[in-house]
């Protein structure tokens, strides 16, 4: 609940002033852990999300955060891949939480998200509409087809998500909307949706699950759900006084300025190397989503590894996803952004010198397989010890120098038929 403030601001005046400083102590304290409690249990509403959805770990991280900092989604892909589904359940979870769902068709009426006019009011010369259990009274609402909207519906959307406000007989209505969830079969490609589509700040490409294993699982959870016995592992809710708590608590999260500078020079990059262009709204906006991050990993402070939290944030289209993962990545992590070229290497010196029949071949590439191996193991050894004395953890980078020892060795012994001793340089470190 809010009450800390609100007691604060109701009650400080009869406090003696020798109470105050103890008082707001107290009060800061409550709300410090009402926050911790709160993204406690984001993060079990996360992994009993990602333990019933699969291959969707990304899309419901994104929703979390969303629901943290009070913002929308945009899903583009096929039908029957779980978009709504994904929206409802994420709504369950939430105490009180009221949920609306609508098809949007070249069609559709505003009255079919605000509610019919009064006729009473009607006949009075008013315009009042009777939107209870309408989208104006949605905590979470899921809108598919976006693609499809007409303008009248497009224009009441647009306040909506942005000022959070419909407008009732001239009049403007506040609505409680934490996060919407549109979504589209293909890219929303018309002008007219162009500021709409600008204000659903995660993106995600959803398409149907790929991993024979995970569909097998998706199969058994449908019969078990329709027979009653399937039940969450982590039963957990949410109240919505939480969650608001939790978003004041993003907005004091500190953002350093060698923070703002990195993002502004990522931006620039975006834009001249990608022709990737972030609007002003959705640049400011990533800066919620950087101090979201930061909240939801226990800290009070945004740093460069938070950039990450913005992936789904910067692309344009589909295919600028692995430019924006690159760049983020190289800002967020250099070393990991290298560990994983180097692992990529790795693989390609594997695959090129295995499963190669004639005898004489196979030494002649075992030979230059054995040189290639030796730099790939120097370099990983370098970026060890510079990740080393940046304070990163390098397990991650000694594993893959061990395997690429591993595999060499092996290969020296099979192809060439010699033994191998371990040098000093390509000790792990």
Not at 113 to 142: N, T
Not at 410 to 424: D, F
Request: a neutral charge; aromatic letters at 6%; glycine letters at 4%.
């Amino acid at each position: 609940m809010l009450l800390p403030q609100t007691a604060e601001q109701d009650f400080l005046p009869n406090i003696p002033a020798k109470a105050t400083k103890r008082f707001n102590a107290t009060a800061t304290n409550a709300v410090n852990t009402l926050v911790q409690n709160t993204i406690a249990k984001l993060k079990q509403i996360e992994q009993d999300m990602v333990s019933q959805f699969m291959e969707r770990d990304n899309q419901i991280r994104d929703f979390i955060r969303a629901l943290a900092i009070g913002e929308h989604i945009l899903m583009i892909g096929p039908p029957g891949t779980g978009k709504s589904l994904l929206a409802r359940t994420g709504c369950s979870y939430i105490e009180g939480g009221r949920y609306f769902e609508w098809l949007l068709n070249r069609t559709t009426d505003p009255s079919a998200l605000l509610g019919p006019y009064s006729l009473k009011a009607m006949e009075q010369d008013r315009f009042v509409r009777k939107y209870d259990g309408m989208l104006p009274c949605a905590h979470v609402a899921f809108l598919d087809e976006l693609g499809k909207a007409n303008e009248p519906v497009l224009n009441i959307l647009l306040s909506i998500l942005n000022e959070r406000v419909f407008h009732n007989d001239g009049k403007p209505v506040p609505v409680p909307l934490r996060t919407l969830v549109a979504a589209s079969n293909e890219w929303p490609e018309e002008d007219g949706l162009q500021a709409l589509v600008d204000r659903l700040l995660f993106r995600h490409q959803i398409t149907r699950i790929k991993d024979p294993a995970k569909r097998v699982q998706l199969l058994k959870m449908t019969v078990e759900r329709r027979c009653n016995i399937y039940k969450a592992k982590h039963p957990i809710t949410i109240t919505l006084n939480e969650l608001e708590a939790l978003s004041e608590y993003v907005n004091t999260i500190d953002v350093p300025d060698m923070v703002y500078r990195a993002f502004e020079k990522l931006l620039r990059t975006m834009e001249t190397e990608h022709g990737i262009i972030v609007s002003d709204r959705r640049a400011a906006a990533c800066i919620k989503v950087l101090q979201g991050e930061a909240a939801l990993n226990g800290r009070t402070q945004v740093t460069l590894s938070d950039i990450t939290a913005v992936n789904n944030v910067l692309w344009e289209r589909p295919e600028d996803i692995p430019k924006v993962e690159e760049e983020t990545a190289r800002l967020a992590d250099p070393f990991t952004l290298e560990l994983r070229k180097l692992v990529k290497r790795i693989d390609e010196i594997l695959a090129s010198s295995t499963n190669i029949p004639d005898r004489a071949e196979r030494t002649r590439k075992a030979i230059e397989a054995k040189v290639h191996y030796e730099e790939v193991i120097n370099k990983l050894s370098s970026l060890a010890r510079e990740a080393k004395d940046s304070g990163q953890d390098v397990t991650r980078i000694v594993e893959q120098q061990r395997r690429a020892i591993a595999l060499k060795d092996e290969m020296i012994r099979s192809c060439l038929g010699i033994g191998t001793e371990q040098t000093e340089t390509e000790s792990p470190v």
